[in-house]
């Protein structure tokens, strides 16, 4: 007889347990934050990394991808580009955008890789060339050194 009021009371329980409050949602960062957030400074501090955009640098990825595969096409009239994958690179240190452009010419894997600062009316190359993908890093270890000669 003792099963009849375990019976009685499961219902009651299976209500109880819809009525539980559900767990309050994780906080956002912002929300995290009970101090009121900095006011801008009309200088900026020196720590800061600055703006490709406030430097001069307006370029866009296209842009980039578009200028670095002009001027590197005469080298392998025949290579097949793959922009869509390309990568840019601010290099604040230099003021100069390092693009990365994988391409093949036959069945070898090379990039196209450019230095280019200036602005989008006046770009300046300050490298263009061609590289097996293992050399990227090292062009651009070159490039923010300054010991690199302008070609790859």
Not at 52 to 81: H, I, R
Not at 138 to 144: F, Q, S
Request: glycine share 8%; charged share 20%.
């Amino acid at each position: 007889m003792r099963l009849r009021p375990a019976l009685v009371l499961l219902p009651a329980l299976i209500l109880l347990a819809g009525c539980a409050p559900e767990p309050a949602p994780s906080p956002t960062p912002a929300e995290t934050s009970n101090s009121p957030s900095p006011s801008p400074s009309s200088s900026p501090s020196s720590s800061a990394t600055p703006d490709p955009v406030e430097t001069g640098a307006q370029f866009t990825g296209a842009e980039l991808v578009a200028l670095c595969t002009d001027k590197t096409k005469p080298l392998a009239p025949d290579a097949t580009y793959f922009s869509d994958m390309a990568t840019t690179e601010y290099l604040g240190e230099k003021s100069l955008w390092f693009v990365v452009i994988p391409k093949t010419l036959g069945d070898q894997d090379t990039v196209a890789v450019c230095a280019i600062g200036g602005t989008p009316d006046a770009p300046v190359f300050e490298l263009e060339g061609e590289s097996l993908p293992s050399g990227v890093a090292e062009i651009r270890d070159e490039l923010l050194a300054g010991t690199h000669d302008g070609e790859s």
